[in-house]
């Protein structure tokens, strides 16, 4: 088998967030099988570049799978076609010679695209801030060891933890919602004694402000679990319904009424 | 030539930074809304920095360049924190810790500091699991410890392989709790071009909005570089693509030293280079190497051959050769120069590249057959399958193939006790400061270093700075702040104008293949002089002919990279000025002149007991070179030996 490629890309270009998108057409010549599909749009930016034409701009960082700044959609699937691969794992052997692949960013209404494949995630660490997290201050905690966990606990709360925030969840549900992403940093802190004195507040306020940045609703597809390249498992949603109609049920404020936030007693 | 005083405490090492602390201006905290402080940088320093000044009370605003502080590089650490907790009942204490730190930098670093780095150690982790950080525990609930890097005690903690996203999550979490209370305003997506010095002081940054392109002034009574390390000067490294020395190396040249810039680690045990369009090199944990065994054929016809079809008497197992009683588990600096050895001596195996196979073999095949599958699959599994992802390979089936990266650069700003650069009123922490680790750092200390800076350090140091000093009322339209952005507009411009052939990657590469050959893993005086003629002259290339595209005022990545590869070729001429004046071996610098016998670092305490700390006099001055004398009260220096 030749350890060479060629390959036919239509890459969504659009020039700033007010401007119209369209695809473009790249060949792309004797490209080894070897590069991971970021080194292949690295070979061909130099290209561009090199022709004076812009390069295609896209987000990555770690190149390890860990970062959760790259991603893309290739033919449709968010982070491309390998399983549980982040966009800048995934190596061009999954590829067959004389393919045209389509190249699109994230899209989702709570995701406006800033360029060509860059997208506004912002949103996300909005949801975090309405309440995933623990609110103890720097400096004076307890000894580690007098808290502590079920074995099963913490590994049940580190799988929820594992999300490295890319928003390919939300890319591949039809709805277009960040379940996936906010039932994972519930679970985490639900699961874990430390998470419990905020539980309540913090499942209702990081629901109503996962609804209020625009993100659309669950309606168990399940695109979000097999296309999360951290496999974290719809269980977690599931697990977040729970939590917020318990907490609902249990508080005095009105279900859905936008949660102010809670500084946690600092 | 000036001798830099650290300003360190005496008396007895374990009250020293009780006593500072103490004799510490505290800051009222209804006062403390008034104050404006700047961070930069929102990794495990830099965001724990932000997250607890934000809870003090200040008016804290934190910036980094990527699009989400939780995307930092510290995420990518894998292995471990280490703190002298004990839990295990091994012997250990705080005061094992600073010992085996102050010995594994090869007495290279400052004991007051590596003291208090170790006590620090344990509060972090207390800090840490308050915070829900899922470390793994035993079944009986309680925190589970490995022992790593050759410690002879179990002291790290560890979230599976993830630890520094658990522990990087953590402080994100603490940061964002922060954002929504109103005490922190974040700024992603921004990155700093320079520093504002008033008076003396530094009282502001310069940034680029790298979505609009809008260049701005920030101005703060205090600033923080928390910005991580420069081993993207290699241009292949396991550091994170958008890793730059820019904070950093713009300060320098407003006036803050830089200590010990050829301090950098290379790791043993990395995915090798597979062709010439590589954009970066992914770290395999060191822990593989406890049951994998390394070897090279004895023969350089072998190289291109099946491994499972060279017989066991045409094989080298040179580290389990040289090192019989160390075998596979040498140090890191030793494994990797062996390595490098093998290759230049054309044994090396795996693709050519560039002509030269770069790789060895890490064979888990009698690991297999003495343990079964089985257990080599519980205890590398996933390691196994990052590999293969990678590479198109199975560990189990054919050996896996290693080389030496670039992976921790210990170097960085000259700071004192207090973390404060030479500038007053700008503090450095994390991997940007010349930090705890002296000439090389061990396995899961950075990660301990960066949240000892952030939640514990800074925050006292900081409050005392603005206690203590007085400062002027300014505003982003005093002369020198506009200076400042004058002169960042005129660099972008300058880039942007240039028109020439040369991609910013192309002359990166080719300035990290020079930093590579001369001033990485071995160094010796020719090679060095070598480097220093050369790296002008690219230098001069650069800025005569750099292609840069589209405009400053949208986003431009060409343009984000021309910026960094602008002060990592300034950068790379200072690492390898540094390296040939230290005419000695210590830790990680492997001058091939001063050597032991049996081919290990020789430390030259008389001539190199010291800190080197650069002064900046122009891009084409020399530039100064200063002095912090390093005293060793408690752990005697003495002379390192693996054979
Ligand atoms: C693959 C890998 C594995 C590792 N594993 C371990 C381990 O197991 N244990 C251990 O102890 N250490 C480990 N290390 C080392 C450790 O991860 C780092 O030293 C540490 O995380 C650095 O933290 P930091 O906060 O100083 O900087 P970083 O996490 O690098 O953060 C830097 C921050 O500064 C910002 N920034 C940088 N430049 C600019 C600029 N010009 N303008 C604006 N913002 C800027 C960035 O956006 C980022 O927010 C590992 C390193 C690597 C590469
Ligand atoms: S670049 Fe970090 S996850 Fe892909």
């Known amino acids: 088998m030749s350890d060479k490629l060629n390959l036919v890309l239509n890459v969504w270009r659009q020039k700033g967030p007010k401007d119209a998108g369209r695809f473009v057409r790249y060949e792309v010549k004797d490209i080894s099988t070897h590069m991971s599909f970021l080194e292949m749009l690295d070979v061909l930016n130099e290209r561009l570049l090199a022709q004076g034409e812009e390069p295609i701009a896209f987000d990555h960082d770690c190149r390890e799978g860990i970062c959760g700044a790259c991603g893309v959609v290739i033919d449709g699937s968010p982070h491309g076609p390998s399983k549980r691969t982040t966009t800048c794992q995934l190596h061009m052997r999954s590829f067959r010679s004389g393919q045209e692949l389509t190249v699109e960013p994230w899209r989702a209404a709570a995701f406006p695209v800033l360029r060509d494949l860059v997208v506004d995630r912002s949103a996300l660490d909005r949801i975090i801030q309405a309440g995933g997290y623990v609110g103890v201050r720097s400096g004076s905690p307890r000894d580690a060891n007098s808290i502590p966990v079920r074995k099963e606990d913490a590994d049940l709360a580190m799988d929820a933890a594992a999300c490295i925030g890319c928003g390919a969840c939300v890319a591949a549900c039809p709805n277009a919602s960040a379940s996936l992403f906010t039932a994972a940093k519930i679970s985490h802190l639900a699961l874990l004694p430390q998470g419990q004195p905020e539980r309540r507040e913090r499942a209702i306020a990081m629901v109503a402000r996962m609804d209020g940045e625009g993100f659309g609703h669950c309606t168990n597809h399940g695109e979000c679990e097999s296309s999360c390249p951290k496999g974290i498992s719809v269980d977690n949603i599931a697990r977040m319904n729970r939590e917020f109609l318990a907490a609902a049920a249990a508080s005095r404020r009105p279900l859905g009424a936008e949660a102010k936030d809670d500084d946690g007693g600092a | ?177 922060q954002v929504a209370a109103g005490t922190v305003k974040m700024y992603p997506r921004h990155e700093m071009m320079d520093v504002v010095v008033v008076g003396g002081r530094a009282r502001g940054i310069v940034t680029r909005d790298l979505v609009t392109g809008a260049i701005e002034a920030h101005v703060a009574d205090v600033v923080v570089l928390a910005t991580g390390g420069y081993g993207n000067v290699f241009f292949l490294s396991t550091n994170a693509k958008g890793c730059n020395t820019t904070a950093i190396w713009r300060a320098h040249r407003r006036g803050a030293l830089f200590a010990n810039p050829c301090f950098t680690q290379i790791h043993p045990t990395c995915i090798p280079v597979a062709g010439d369009y590589q954009s970066k090199l992914t770290l395999m944990s060191e822990s593989l190497r406890n049951d994998g065994r390394v070897w090279v054929p004895r023969g350089a016809e072998d190289c291109g051959a099946d491994p499972a079809k060279i017989p066991e008497d045409r094989r080298d197992y040179y580290l389990e050769r040289i090192y019989p009683s160390f075998g596979n588990l040498v ?22 590249v560039a002509g030269v196979r770069r790789g060895v073999y890490l064979d888990f095949r009698d690991a297999i057959q003495r343990l ?123 880039l942007l104008s240039i028109g020439g052939k040369r991609s910013p990657d192309s002359f990166h590469r080719e300035l990290g293949a020079l930093i590579w050959d001369n001033c990485g893993m071995s160094r010796n005086a020719a090679n060095l002089e070598r480097a220093l003629r050369r790296i002008p002259e690219l230098r001069a290339e650069f800025w005569e002919n750099l292609a840069v595209v589209g405009s400053g005022s949208e986003l431009n990545q060409v343009l984000e990279k021309a910026s960094r590869v602008a002060d990592f070729m300034e950068l790379g001429e200072l690492m390898c000025r540094d390296a040939l004046s230290r005419d000695e071996s210590c830790g990680c610098h492997y001058r091939e002149e001063h050597v032991t016998p049996e081919g290990e670092a020789k430390r030259d305490d008389a001539g190199f007991q010291h800190v080197a700390a650069w002064e900046w006099r122009g891009p084409d001055a020399e530039p100064v070179r200063h002095q912090e004398a390093l005293e060793f009260e408690l752990v005697k220096p003495v002379q390192r030996s693996y054979v």
Not at chain 2, 57 to 74: E, K, L, M, N, T
């Open chain 2, 331 to 352: 140090p890191r600096d030793i494994a990797s120069r062996r390595a490098k050895e093998m290759c230049d001596q054309g044994r090396g195996v795996g693709p050519e």
């Open chain 2, 372 to 494: 079964g599958r089985q257990t080599v699959a519980e205890r590398y599994g996933n390691l196994f399958e990052m590999y293969e992802r990678i590479t198109g390979e199975d560990p189990f089936d054919v050996p896996m193939r290693i080389y030496p990266a670039t992976h921790y650069t210990m170097g960085g700003l000259w700071v004192n006790y207090d973390l404060e650069s030479t500038i007053p009123g700008l503090f450095v922490g994390g991997e940007a400061n010349f930090s705890d680790h002296g000439a090389n750092r061990l396995g899961a200390s950075a990660l301990m270093q960066g949240l000892a800076d952030g939640y514990f350090v800074l925050p006292a140091t900081l409050g005392h700075y603005l206690g203590a000093t007085k400062l002027e009322k300014l505003t982003a339209e005093h002369a020198e702040v506009r200076g400042a952005v004058e002169e960042v507009r005129a660099r972008v411009d300058k």
């Open chain 2, 1 to 177: 030539m000036t001798v830099l005083d650290a300003r360190a405490p005496s008396g007895p090492i374990d009250a020293r930074w009780d006593r500072r602390r103490f004799e510490m201006k505290l800051v009222n905290p209804a006062n403390r809304r008034k104050f404006s402080i700047i961070v930069v940088g929102s990794g495990l320093a830099g965001g724990a920095a932000a997250a607890t000044l934000g809870e003090l009370g200040y008016d804290v605003r934190c910036f980094c360049y990527q699009d989400s502080p939780r995307r930092a590089h510290s995420i990518a650490a894998q292995g471990g924190i280490n703190a002298a907790k004990n839990y295990q009942n091994d012997g250990d204490s705080v005061y094992r810790l600073f010992h085996d730190t102050v010995k594994g930098g090869d007495f290279r670093a400052r004991e007051s500091n590596v003291y208090r780095l170790a006590q620090l150690s344990v509060n972090i982790i207390d800090q840490c699991v308050a915070q829900g950080v899922p470390f793994a525990r035993e079944y009986g609930g309680l925190l589970a410890n490995r022992s790593f890097g050759g410690a002879q005690v179990s002291r790290t903690f560890y979230a599976r392989g993830q630890t520094g996203q658990q522990l990087l999550l953590g402080a994100y979490q603490a940061l964002e709790r």
